[in-house]
C-alpha cells in the first residue's frame, strides 16, 4: 500500500483508506465484532487512515475505533473525525465553545488526549468563509486538543475556500467516476497549495460496486432508501446525486470498458487514487472481504486502466455531467 505525505503534519496515511460511516449507522447494522474485524482486516492490509464523525452512530463509530486502536497500538493508524453536525447547519452554532465541547467528546470517544485531524463535517458556507473559523480551530492546535484540521464539503467552491486556508491540512470531498467537477479546479488548486484531498463517497454509495440492479432494495435506515431524493441531507451524498436507474446504466457502460481481472469497484478506486492531487481515497467497508478488495486496488497499476479512464470522461460527459456538473 503506498503511503503518502498527509500535508504538512508529518505523517503519512495510506493511498487507499477506510470511511466508516458504515460502523456507526444509516447503513444498515453492522455488529460490534464485525465492525472490529473490518478494522483489523484493513490495517493488515496496509491501511493506515480511519475517517470518522461524532455523528455516526452518535458516536459508535469513533468509539469502535477507539477501542480497536487501545488493542492495536503502533500501527501508525491516523484517525480523521469530523464535528459541527451534532447542532442544526446554522452559522451561529459555530462557537469555539462548541468547537471545544465537540471536539472533548470526541477525544473521550477515541480514548485519546489529543485528536489526529478533525475536519469540519459539510458546514454551511458562511463557516467556511468566516475567519472567526480558523480562529477558533487554530486555538484548538494551540491547547493540544487536535494536531490538525481540514474541511468536508459539499461543493467546489466551498473546496477552494478551504484550500485557501494556510491553516488547513486537507478538504475531503466527493470525487468518483460519477463526480468529475474536481478534476477541474479544486485538485489543481490543492496540489499547488499542499493541501491533502481525501476523496469520499468514491464508490458513489455503492452504486459503482456493480452489485446493484433495477430491483435492488435497502433497509428502511439506509439512506439509499431514506435520503435518495435528499429527505434527510444533502442529495449529493447518496449516490453522487446520480439518479439511481441512470447510474445502473453508466455502470455497465463503464464495466464494459474494464480489462480482464478487474473489477469495477477496485478500477474505480484506482483510478481515483491515481489522480494528481488525489492524498487518499476513503471507501467504506461493511465486510472483511470489502475491506481487503478496497485495500487490494491500491496496488493496480494506473497503466492497466488507460481504456477505464477514457470511458469514465466518456459516460460521463453523455449521461451524467449535465445533470452533476452544475451542482456541486
Known sequence: MQQRPLASTGRSVSAIGLGTWQLGADWGDVSESDALDVLAVSVEAGVTLFDTADVYGDGRSETLIGRFLASHSGNGVTVATKMGRRLAQEPENYTPE?????????????????????????????????????????ALVDSGAIAAYGVSVETCAQALSAISRPGVTNVQIIFNPFRLKPLDEVLPAAEAAGVAIFARVPLASGLLSGRYSASTSFAANDHRTFNRHGEAFDRGETFSGVDFETGLVAVDELSAALPDGVSLPAASLAWIASRPGVTSVIPGARTTAQARSNADAGAIDPAVLDTFAAAVVDVYDRRLRADIHPQW
Not at 480514548?111 to 463557516?127: E, K, M, N, R
Open 98 to 138: 462548541n468547537f471545544r465541547a465537540w471536539t472533548d467528546r470526541s477525544r473521550r470517544n477515541l480514548g485519546v488526549d489529543t485528536l489526529d485531524l478533525v475536519q469540519l463535517h459539510c458546514p454551511p458556507s458562511a463557516v467556511i468563509h468566516a475567519d472567526e473559523t480558523y480562529d477558533a480551530l487554530d
